[in-house]
């Protein structure tokens, strides 16, 4: 028996819907990012449980494409403009690109650089290469593939090990021009060091969906930075988002009918 969940915010009355049915084997959840559930604890052994893992990517990574490209040719800082200025801004062709991240983002924003020739390195936790990118480290080797990138993309999913992952040091190990990109989760990056690298010009810039906290207060000094850019988490709207994730529920029920390996399994040991 499978039960298909689709408030994202209700972790608590999943649990008590989870208790009262105890032949439940299958939990479909509605969102790719589940930290929520596994915080709470809601996420047992006794089941199988899915996400929609992936199956955002396409929107996500176009929306990460979209900040990159704004960054580099300055388009918060002419958006906003009233007088002609000087002219400014960074072509993304040929330009090296690190994305921290191995999943459905990275491999659909991998195909969307293929077109700019940029040479990608991907961080990831598992060792082996992924098609398209031109070399692929570990996360140990983090500092050492943010060196040289003219935008680093961060894509991974939010556990304990990720929570402040591009902290002070990792900060000081990209370069002076460049742009840090969040379509991840806000707590992947450690937010008073990032305004501090804003504001020092440590960092050329950081284009963020994603915040922390979030939503960004209203007086939060990175909406004053003329090197930040931020889109309010709108990289997969709920227009997007609800005819994909009706073909992940669609394609793992048929799986599980058919008795095949579910989409978008989480690992409890990995919490995602």
């Known amino acids: 028996m499978g039960l298909v969940w689709t408030d994202a915010g209700a972790m608590d009355d999943l649990r008590s819907a989870l208790a009262t049915r105890p032949k439940i084997s299958w939990v479909q959840l509605p969102q790719a990012g589940v930290e929520r559930a596994f915080q709470v604890g809601v996420v047992d052994r006794q089941r199988r449980w899915t996400s929609a893992k992936g ?9 990460a494409l979209a900040l990159i490209l704004a960054g580099l040719r300055q388009l918060k800082v ?4 009233r007088t002609w200025g000087e002219p400014a801004g960074e072509s993304l062709f040929g330009q090296p690109v690190t994305v921290v991240g191995a999943g459905g983002i990275a491999a659909v924003l991998l195909r969307l650089l293929e077109p700019f020739g940029t040479p990608v390195t991907v961080v990831r936790r598992q060792a082996g290469s992924v098609p398209g990118a031109v070399r692929t480290l570990g996360t140990h080797r983090l500092t050492e593939a943010l060196a040289g990138a003219r935008a680093v993309v961060l894509t991974v999913a939010l556990t304990p090990e990720t929570q402040g992952l591009i902290g002070r040091a990792e900060l000081a190990a990209m370069e002076p021009d460049g742009w840090l990109v969040n379509v991840a989760r806000g707590g992947v990056v450690d937010t008073e060091a990032l305004v501090e690298a804003l504001r020092t010009g440590q960092i050329g810039g950081a284009a963020l969906d994603v915040t922390d906290p979030e939503p960004l207060p209203a007086r939060h000094p990175l909406w004053g930075l003329p090197n930040c850019l931020i889109t309010p988490h709108t990289e997969d709207t709920e227009e997007m988002t609800q005819p994909l994730l009706a073909g992940r529920i669609a394609e793992n029920v048929r799986r599980l009918a058919a008795g095949q390996d579910l989409a978008g399994l989480l690992d409890p040991d990995l919490g995602y």
């Open 55 to 63: 199956a955002f990517a396409q929107p996500v990574a176009e929306h």
């Open 78 to 81: 002419r958006a906003r403009a």
